[in-house]
């Protein structure tokens, strides 16, 4: 992680930098299966939308590196992962109607996805 973040005022409970690889790599993969078993409905040209609002959030979720990391603002990441957890909250309603088990798959990536939510409000009000 890039020494600008190292160097912010952190939270007792932000997870040490080691931690967010393996969390990544294992979210990721989960969330590959999940849009697997969706895109397998989709291709049957009956489903348009939870596809689209994955790629929106799976956009939001680049933007936030960029806002938070790129522009070294955790205000912007603030608002950029406020319109990710939107939209990957719609992706699980979405994908539940679709299939329960795309849905379930996606529910830690959400949870980690909140959780860095609050982080990113921590960060934000203690190095404003």
């Given at each position: 992680m890039p020494?600008w973040?190292?160097?912010?005022i952190k939270?007792?409970?932000?997870?040490?930098?080691w931690?967010?690889?393996?969390?990544?790599i294992s979210l990721y993969?989960?969330?590959?299966?999940a849009?697997?078993?969706?895109w397998?409905k989709?291709?049957k040209g009956r489903?348009?939308?939870?596809p689209?609002?994955?790629s929106?959030?799976?956009?939001?979720?680049a933007?936030?590196?960029i806002?938070f990391?790129?522009?070294?603002s955790?205000?912007?990441g603030?608002?950029?992962?406020?319109?990710?957890?939107?939209?990957?909250?719609?992706?699980?309603?979405?994908?539940?109607?679709l299939s329960?088990?795309?849905?379930?798959l996606?529910?830690p990536y959400f949870l980690?996805?909140?959780?860095a939510?609050?982080?990113n409000f921590s960060?934000?009000?203690?190095?404003?």
């Open positions: 020494t973040y190292q160097s912010l939270p007792s409970y932000a997870p040490p930098s931690l967010f690889g393996p969390v990544w993969l989960w969330m590959g299966i849009v697997f078993l969706v397998r989709a291709g489903v348009k939308t939870a689209f609002i994955f929106l959030q799976f956009l939001f979720n933007f936030w590196s806002a990391f790129g522009f070294c955790p205000a912007f603030l608002i950029i992962i406020l319109l990710f957890w939107i939209t990957l909250l719609l992706t699980i309603i979405l994908f539940a109607r329960l088990m795309a849905s379930i996606i529910w980690w996805v909140s959780f939510s609050w982080l960060l934000f009000r203690l190095n404003r």
